[in-house]
């Protein structure tokens, strides 16, 4: 017998209509605001949606698994026991150790689905990748968008394959020994086709840029933080993903003594110990609040990591030169120092962007480098620049070769955008495909304000309704075929294999991790292993503390081993044995 379940506390009537066969049933209310109709004969596979009070209008369920016709169409039943797993022996992926690749399924393929990007997975396997992570694929209004702006938390989008799909996806990876790292959005709905709070109080009175905040702490908020964490749980156990992105963590606000992070950490973790397999929470924060990714044992909130945009700043500023924006506080070789030794840059110190103080310590001696995630790119600091540009249309080979070096020799986990193993040509630029022309206008128009604020005006900004800012935003596969292309992703190959064969430079101990540097160079000592980087465009002689023993990596030719130290050609960098 098939049960129907909606939270709906302030209404005084809820019809359950199964839209095929063109019936309403009355349904039933208890105490706590559920409404409930059993109907034998709607099984697997049957249309319905919810009518509230007097209205005529069809609702989809806010906790619909299927929305085959889109997040304005009905909802389907769907039975997750019926589809054939054949990863019984999968003992899942940890985070420390692990290399992460940020994909978005929509650009990853010309045909942008699940199916398309199985197709995909050795090139991931010969990489030496560890974790897929995937951006939102949660259902939203429209063919492509970047999945910021969902609509319906337990379901996936329709036009990428559906629930099924994602399915056969995580399936895939975890026959080719890939875990599945899957980033879902809590901070707000999106704009169209959220009809949850239509149907109770999932939203508060506080804004962020996208929309209204949800209602954590506020009157009927503990059914939904309900919401959220069973979502969380049905992500990790019925499609068996390997751990959640959380988006800014930052935008939930949140007064309980017992925050929904810690919540959810607490649930994941009994999770875990239930099916055997590590699970993560990975949070996305602009906070520099290691709290967040401290124990529970130790007053924190235990995640088990979060993104570290301080790391990219770093990097990004020296490497390119650029100061714009929030890139104000970075550049000197002094922060990416600080950031290799402590975590964060803005720990507690004054932040010219935010003309405030900001962040606070990590504890070097008890935090590992691994809880924090670092990258040279992702979907956000590609896609937030007007143009969507890569690092690589303004860096040579030899410096993204330089910068990938020491994103991979350091104490962090390291993760790539996709085709940025390769070094990409195809741009990555915001884009949408609102159906309502009064949405699709204000959003461009945000946009347009956005980049504004950042030094870019507005014929540079391409339109995200344009189907070509999508188009152009796609993979070209074809670019492996091409030397320059291939040679950078052999590096990287090489590079990941580095990091994995030398415990050195898996180390995640932040208190030992050594940095020296000069004139436009950089050593950086983990153990008995040194990374020397000559960002000049001169060639420099640099000496060493200790003896080098042998050459393991370098970004170009003519590394010259001396008996006191390394000579470097320009914008050269060099792992090497002491």
């Not at 909606?6 to 706590?32: F, K, N």
């Not at 199916?115 to 560890?130: E, W």
């Not at 070509?468 to 294999?497: C, G, N, V």
């Not at 170009?556 to 960098?573: F, H, N, S, W, Y």
Request: with cysteine; net charge negative.
């Amino acid at each position: 017998m098939t049960e129907f379940r909606v939270w709906a506390p302030a209404a005084a009537r809820v019809r359950l209509r199964l839209t095929g066969a063109g019936e309403d049933h009355r349904m039933t209310r208890a105490d706590s605001g559920w409404w409930h109709a059993r109907v034998p004969q709607a099984g697997p596979g049957t249309d319905y949606v919810f009518l509230l009070d007097d209205s005529d209008q069809e609702l989809p369920d806010p906790r619909s698994a299927w929305q085959p016709a889109g997040v304005h169409g009905p909802s389907r039943r769907y039975d997750h026991a019926a589809f054939s797993w054949t990863d019984r022996s999968w003992t899942g992926r940890q985070l420390p150790g692990s290399v992460l690749y940020e994909l978005h399924v929509g650009t990853f393929t010309p045909e942008g689905t699940f199916d398309a990007a199985v197709d995909r997975l050795d090139h991931l396997v010969d990489l030496g990748v560890d974790l897929v992570e995937l951006l939102p694929v949660n259902a939203f209004n429209g063919e492509h968008n970047w999945g910021y702006d969902g609509a319906c938390w337990y379901t996936p989008h329709e036009p990428y394959g559906g629930p099924d799909g994602l399915k056969r996806f995580v399936d895939a990876c975890h026959r080719k020994g890939l875990g599945v790292i899957l980033d879902v959005v809590y901070n707000h709905f999106g704009p169209s086709g959220a009809y949850a709070p239509m149907f109770a109080p999932y939203l508060s009175a506080q804004d962020t840029p996208w929309g209204r905040t949800v209602n954590l702490d506020g009157p009927h908020s503990d059914e939904v933080r309900r919401y959220v964490v069973d979502s969380v749980t049905m992500w990790l156990r019925d499609y068996h993903v390997d751990g959640l992105r959380l988006d800014a963590v930052h935008a939930m606000p949140d007064t309980r003594a017992v925050p929904l992070l810690e919540e959810l950490a607490v649930e994941v973790e009994t999770l875990a110990t239930h099916l055997g397999r590590p699970l993560s929470l990975i949070a996305e924060s602009d906070l520099n609040d290691p709290r967040l990714i401290t124990p529970r044992e130790a007053g924190g909130f235990g995640l088990h990591a979060q993104w570290n945009d301080d790391a990219h700043h770093a990097l990004h500023t020296l490497l390119t030169g650029e100061r714009q924006g929030y890139y104000a506080d970075f550049g000197s070789l002094e922060c990416l120092a600080e950031v290799l030794t402590g975590g964060f840059y803005h720990a507690g110190g004054w932040s010219s962007f935010r003309n405030r103080h900001h962040g606070r310590p990590v504890d070097r001696q008890r935090t590992p480098g691994h809880r924090l995630v670092a990258y040279l790119q992702n979907h956000d600091q590609i896609g937030n620049r007007a143009t969507g540009d890569r690092i690589s249309a303004t860096l040579s080979p030899a410096l993204l070769r330089v910068g990938a070096t020491l994103l991979f020799t350091a104490p962090f986990t390291p993760m790539l955008f996709m085709g940025e193993e390769w070094a990409a040509s195809t741009p990555w630029q915001y884009f949408t495909s609102h159906p309502e022309p009064e949405l699709a206008a204000a959003v461009a128009a945000g946009r347009r304000r956005e980049f504004a604020a950042h030094g870019w005006s507005g014929p540079d900004v391409p339109d995200p309704q344009d189907r070509q800012t999508f188009l152009r935003s796609r993979l070209d596969w074809a670019e492996l075929d091409k030397p320059e292309h291939r040679e950078m992703y052999d590096f990287h190959r090489r590079l990941i294999a580095l990091r994995k064969s030398r415990a050195d430079l898996s180390d995640p101990r932040l208190d030992t991790v050594e940095v020296r540097h000069g004139d436009r160079f950089l050593l950086v000592r983990r153990g008995r292993t040194l990374v020397a980087a000559n960002l000049a465009d001169r060639a420099q002689r640099i000496s060493t503390p200790g003896v080098v023993r042998g050459v393991l990596l370098a970004t170009g030719t003519g590394v010259t081993v001396m008996r006191d130290g390394l000579e470097l050609p320009p914008e050269t960098a060099a792992v090497v044995a002491l």
